[in-house]
C-alpha cells in the first residue's frame, strides 16, 4: 500500500509541475498570437501594460507545502521529499 501512495504522489507533483509549465506556455503562445495579429497601422498603437507575471516563489512555496504534507502522510520518503524539492528550488 505505500508503494502505490508514493506513486500517486509523485504522480501528483509531476501532473502539477507539468500543469505549471503547461499553462506558461499557453500564455506565451497567446502573447506571440497577440502580436501577430495586431493590424500594421499606420500609428502605432499605445499597448496597454501587461498584468504581472504570478509570482514564482508563492507558486514553489505552494509545491513544496504540499510535497511535505506527502511526506508527513507517509507518501514518500525523506529521499524522495528531498530529491523533489531540489528540483522545485531548482526549477
Known sequence: MPGLLRGVARTAVVAGTATAVSGRVSRRQ???WGQQEQPQAQQPVQAEPAAPPPD??????DQL???AALRDQGALTEAEFETQKQHILGS
Open 30 to 32: 497567446a502573447g506571440r
Open 56 to 61: 514564482s516563489t508563492d507558486r514553489k512555496l
Open 65 to 67: 507545502k504540499d510535497l
